[in-house]
């Protein structure tokens, strides 16, 4: 039953379960651990910030993004299976808890931040860490980041490129879309350059891109890149760097 609850929660929150790996189902176990809203919490490389669901919205926005783009709070909703009958019939209960999860920077060794709840632009209640900005007059919640990096599989690309490598069987369509063509899965096809070899080359200005393989209509993270990060809608994508 834990593992079929934690397949639909996959689902619900992150989406196509085609995106997801071993790592993921283990952050989605520790997100269904919770029993209420806290303080922002370190899971490795990211930290998770929570809030209760009785609010309508909630956001926040970083100090090192220049304030310039708000990450809105999914809720956690938990499955609940009735199998008495000949079909499961499956329906949601809120769980209290709002969460954004949120993977950190490399150059980042702690995160200033503030919340809009429900319209207002506040610092984190649950979180006692705070600073007052001289120059503006605001306050900031503040979360340290002491995090021990993982260490990353090597994916170097030439200066002004982005290349993708995808193993399959032989004879398949295989796409990519990323945060360099609007996430359009379309656009963008691997060529068979040997058999069950497929790969793209792309030619883009320098900058951090995220992105995802299309295989049989299902989102695929990158096996040949360590380097996977949570979109704003809770997906699951790997990540790169032009130089």
Do not use: C
């Not at 008495?84 to 920077?105: E, M, Q, R, W």
């Amino acid at each position: 039953m834990r593992t079929i609850t934690t397949t639909v929660f996959l689902t619900v929150i992150i989406g196509s379960l085609g995106a997801i790996d071993t790592e993921s189902y283990q952050f989605i176990d520790h997100l269904l651990s919770m029993t209420a809203p806290g303080s922002p919490e370190l899971y490795e490389d990211t930290v998770i910030f929570t809030a209760p669901s009785t609010y309508r919205r909630v956001g926040l926005a970083f100090a090192h993004e220049g304030f310039a783009m708000v990450h809105w709070f999914q809720k956690i909703v938990l499955p609940d299976i009735d199998s008495s009958g000949k079909k499961p019939v499956i329906t949601y209960t809120d769980s209290g808890i709002l969460f954004y999860a949120y993977t950190v920077p490399d150059n980042i060794t702690e995160l200033e931040y503030r919340l809009v709840i429900d319209g207002l632009w506040t610092t984190d209640p649950a979180n006692p860490l705070r600073r007052l900005d001289m120059a503006s007059g605001i306050m900031f919640s503040v979360v340290p980041t002491p995090i021990v990096r993982k260490a990353q599989a090597a994916f170097e690309n030439p200066v002004g490129e982005l290349q993708f490598t995808y193993t399959a069987p032989p004879g398949e369509t295989i796409t990519v879309a990323g945060s360099f063509n609007n996430w359009d899965p379309f656009m963008y096809t691997l060529q068979e350059t040997k058999s069950g070899i497929y790969t793209l080359k792309l030619h883009l200005p320098p900058g951090i891109y995220q992105y995802v393989f299309f295989h049989r209509g299902e989102r695929v993270i990158d096996s040949n890149n360590a380097r996977t990060v949570y979109t704003r809608e809770g997906r699951q994508a790997s990540e790169a760097i032009v130089r």
